[in-house]
């Protein structure tokens, strides 16, 4: 028998499916712009050399993942195929709301030709992945206290990356990269019957230059931009529903949202990326033993939905070739939250990391990493909100 949904709380997610695009009493609001960078909850990162060094290898030379890291430190001398994937935690966010708990797979894929003074990249990224579930109650006409019955809210969101990469070192003390790419975004909702899915387009550039001003001492220095991408959630729902869902009028206006009859109806989004400055410092006192820090700079668009302060993040990195065919890394860094919530203090978190790498034989070599915000939370909170990403790699050269 065919239900219809009369109220569903909804979360702080969901509810701009129906509330921002303006599907309300007819009148639309366009288009809504959604900051799709959420910093921490779409906890994963790209590299697993340098973020088992805490995020901190900037200004390190031939980095795997270097034409996201940093494409100037690309030079190589050898062809070599390199990919990671990589596994989240699931965390609870803004209470009940299930997110990630996601296989990456792949995480970073690419092949590295060397010419000459010049090497060249091309691969994939798995720029960004984010989704969430969250339980509701279901209420109809004849039950409007609820059936007792529950549906389910989901969100998932990706960014895939396209690249290529190129890089010039003239010399050992300067060398210039850029990584130019499309990214491909899609974006899909559902909840009960009704669901939303749109995609759309967007370039990728990344800029970077690494000096070696002093033997023991190396400089990097990066710039990320992603083009804001537009696109339409199309709206499609499995049966003719002729539904009012109520809401708070003190939060939400004063019309109602009716959700009634609609097939392919399209409504316009904006995908909101920040411009990222990245500088970061190599000391190296011994061949066997590598120090690293980094800033990191997020800056907002004033035309953006996110109204807060700019981001900046630290990160501090340490590696140890115990062996000629072992390494071992520790780090730190931080993540800060990218609007503000209720207990957003929770999302300012600071993460510990540590991996390994090892090199099998002459043309293998595999890395594996784990990053954890547990063991630096304050203790008040529960260990629920709090994230693990674990990620592996391998790597061939010849």
Request: with cysteine; proline share 4%.
């Amino acid at each position: 028998m065919r239900k219809k949904i009369l109220v569903l709380i909804l979360s702080w997610g969901f509810f701009l499916l129906y509330q921002n695009t303006g599907y309300s009493q007819g009148t639309r609001q366009f288009p809504s712009r959604y900051p799709t960078w959420i910093s921490n909850v779409s906890f994963m990162k790209v590299g697993i050399d340098n973020w088992a060094a805490g995020g901190a290898m900037l200004a390190d030379a031939k980095l795997s993942t270097s034409p996201f890291t940093n494409p100037a430190a690309l030079a190589v001398d050898k062809f070599g195929l390199y990919t990671e994937f990589g596994k989240t935690s699931t965390l609870e966010w803004l209470e009940d709301i299930k997110v990630n708990g996601q296989y990456v797979l792949p995480a970073f894929a690419a092949v590295v030709f060397p010419l000459k003074n010049f090497t060249l990249s091309l691969g994939y990224m798995n720029y960004y992945q984010f989704q969430y579930k969250i339980r509701m109650a279901v209420y109809t006409i004849a039950n409007p206290e609820g059936t007792g019955e529950y549906t389910e809210a989901k969100r998932n969101i990706k960014l895939h990356s396209f690249f290529s990469a190129l890089s010039y070192a003239p010399d050992d003390k300067i060398s210039l990269g850029l990584t130019a790419g499309l990214n491909y975004f899609t974006h899909d909702d559902k909840i009960a019957t009704i669901t939303a899915a749109g995609d759309g387009f967007g370039l990728l550039v990344i800029a970077g230059l690494l000096i070696k001003p002093f033997p023991k001492i190396s400089l990097g220095y990066n710039l990320k931009y992603l083009t804001d991408i537009k696109y339409d959630m199309i709206l499609r729902s499995t049966e003719n529903l002729n539904t009012v869902i109520h809401h708070d009028p003190e939060i939400y206006g004063n019309n109602d949202i009716i959700i009634g009859q609609l097939f392919d109806e399209h409504f316009p989004y904006i995908a909101e990326f920040p411009f990222v400055f990245e500088t970061g410092l190599k000391y190296q006192p011994f061949s066997t033993l590598s120090f690293y820090g980094k800033v990191e700079m997020q800056k907002w668009s004033s035309s953006s939905s996110y109204d807060g302060e700019d981001i900046i993040n630290y990160h501090l990195g340490l590696k140890v070739d115990a062996l000629k065919w072992l390494s071992l890394s520790f780090g730190y860094f931080t993540q800060d939250r990218l609007f503000y919530f209720p207990e957003a203090e929770l999302y300012d978190q600071k993460f510990l990391s540590t991996g390994i790498r090892m090199q099998i034989n002459e043309s293998f070599a595999i890395s594996a990493c784990i990053l954890d915000s547990h063991l630096l939370k304050e203790k008040k909170y529960p260990d629920k909100y709090f994230q693990t990403y674990v990620a592996a790699g391998v790597s061939y050269a010849r």
